[in-house]
């Protein structure tokens, strides 16, 4: 089955970046798009980012288009999710996802997820 393990989370200060890995393995990680999600807490999961297969097309939350970047090393079975300019609201529970429908940027659209990084961005 397919596992998938989420690194790179930590404390940062706000305007602070990190870098986010998601290694795949127990599946065929290059014929499937993958998603980023995160929960807050008290708030249901949401979407973030999602990157297509081939990585050719990319997707954005409104909330972090333009400091957020999401890249996959297809060769490497992982996906990363590049955060820069972080912001206190930007704390949360991290997750990597599969995509197994045609949906890029609902949660419905993907099966299986990953265990959560945890960020937290301080003011």
């Known amino acids: 089955q397919v596992q998938l393990v989420e690194s790179g989370g930590g404390l940062v200060q706000a305007g602070g970046s990190l870098r986010l890995s998601c290694a795949a393995s127990?599946?065929?990680?290059?014929?499937?798009?993958m998603g980023w999600f995160r929960q807050a807490p008290g708030k249901e999961r949401e979407f973030v980012a999602a990157?297509?297969?081939?990585?050719?097309?990319?997707y954005y939350a409104d909330a972090v288009k333009g400091r957020f970047t999401i890249s996959r090393d297809n060769a490497k079975n992982t996906v990363y999710l590049q955060m820069n300019s972080l912001k206190p609201e930007d704390t949360a529970v991290y997750y990597c996802a599969v995509q197994t429908s045609v949906v890029m940027t609902q949660e419905r659209g993907y099966n299986y997820w990953g265990q959560g990084t945890q960020v937290t961005v301080s003011s």
């Open positions: 990157i297509s297969r081939s990585g050719g097309s990319t």
């Open positions: 127990g599946g065929t990680f290059s014929n499937n798009a």
